[in-house]
């Protein structure tokens, strides 16, 4: 047993994949994953279940890499990037520390707007009220166990809501089935955008960092963790498939949706008020839980770089999360930081990707440790395909700048 291997029974350490399985679903499921659903589903109809299944296979192909090559290694993202390129895990860390707080911002916006929709409660009285929430959990003796508990019940909250909204609706589940096996429409764009919503910037990492700090690593733990990984892209990928039903059997009637709140709007068409007093909940839910993965992901790349972070990584965190609150209630939804941030996380996936498949050759960082050669090729074929993504981001910022 390494240093960094922590004995655990048999049941904590189901409960710690298990944990790490719901915070990396729930970091990817955000506000921004709800409206992306439902715009989508407006547009392609039935046909999105194909996108869905294909951004879930990639999903697995990341999540299983990052995974296996930090868990065996025993070491962070930024950690393996230094030693594969010193000062790239640096860049690393501070991309996704800066990537994160602007998207925190998102996420506390949405969990204020969540409770607006439950209790009419005003923007910055929620966006504080929330923010106190998610400290108490930075602030709990057992962290890791709190974590771990505060994103399961949320997550299993939000797929039971979203499954009672689906058996309200109705969808066409047969055409469904059939647009996955024999698509209609194609749109490789819309699956590049998903894969970059649910493995994208911290969202790659957060699982990963959450079982290294739990000391569950080495080759010993692998079946676990492929499990705990793909248990995680699994939960993603159901929560995405219900939204989508729930949306769809609104959308197929004709009926067009509200542009600037749809998923509110799907919600109210499907089962009224009591609808509409649903959404508020699972969009509070999916934002708060995306805070506390967010908050603890993107710290997480700064700790084993800087002593003081470290030190007083709790406190980091919630100082983290304070800075999202002042900026959502000082300056309101700073879109150009957003559109930023966005581009930043674009870029971060294929460096990353990039340097946890090249550390699969260095003795010095895994050891006697083979990975699987299919693994190591399809994740190559993500890092071009996510490098284009990238690049595209890259363009659009230069729009955004007027050059």
């Known amino acids: 047993m390494t240093e960094l291997q922590r004995k655990h029974s048999k049941g904590e350490t189901v409960s710690i994949l298990l944990g790490a399985a719901f915070l990396m679903a729930t970091s990817a499921i955000g506000p921004g994953f709800i409206t992306q659903t439902t715009v989508f589903t407006e547009r392609l109809k039935a046909a999105f279940a194909f996108a869905i299944v294909v951004s879930v296979l990639v999903d697995i192909v990341v999540q299983l890499n990052v995974w296996r090559i930090l868990a065996v290694s025993g070491l962070r993202g930024q950690d393996v990037a230094n030693r594969v390129l010193p000062g790239l895990g640096y860049f690393l860390a501070f991309a996704v ?28 009285t929620g966006a504080i009220v929330s923010a106190v929430i998610a400290i108490a959990i930075f602030l709990w003796r057992d ?93 993603t990928g159901i929560m995405r498939f219900l939204l989508f039903m729930a949306v769809l059997g609104v959308v197929v009637t004709g009926v067009k949706l509200d542009p600037s709140n749809p998923a509110a709007d799907a919600f109210r068409i499907a089962a009224g008020e009591v609808g509409y007093r649903i959404f508020g909940v699972i969009l509070w839910s999916a934002a708060i839980t995306s805070v506390v993965g967010c908050s603890y992901t993107s710290v997480s790349f700064l700790r084993t770089l800087f002593g003081f972070v470290e030190r007083y990584y ?54 006697e440790y083979r990975h699987p050669v299919w693994l190591t090729v399809l994740g190559w074929v993500m890092v071009a395909f996510t490098a284009w993504m990238a690049w595209g981001a890259l363009q659009g910022l230069g729009k955004l700048f007027g050059r």
């Open 97 to 124: 520390a800066l990537g994160g707080l602007a998207f925190n911002i998102g996420n506390v916006g949405g969990a204020a707007l969540g409770f607006n929709v439950m209790l009419g409660m005003d923007q910055n």
């Open 314 to 367: 709790r406190y980091w965190i919630i100082g983290f999360i304070l800075a999202s609150t002042m900026v959502l209630t000082q300056v309101g939804r700073p879109v150009t930081l957003l559109v930023l941030a966005g581009s930043l996380n674009g870029m971060i996936l294929p460096l990353s990707l990039a340097s946890m498949l090249l550390a699969v050759h260095r003795r010095d960082i895994m050891g």
């Open 143 to 235: 962290l890791g166990r709190a974590m771990d508990r505060f994103t399961q019940v949320l997550g299993l909250v939000m797929l039971a809501m979203i499954a009672y909204v689906v058996v309200r609706t109705s969808p066409p589940a047969a055409e469904s089935v059939r647009e996955i096996v024999k698509p209609s429409v194609i749109d490789w764009v819309t699956i590049l955008t998903l894969v970059g919503g649910t493995v994208g910037g911290y969202i790659t990492f957060s699982g990963a960092h959450r079982i290294i700090d739990a000391g569950i690593v080495g080759t010993e733990n692998l079946g676990r963790i492929n499990r705990g990984s793909l248990n995680g892209i699994l939960i």
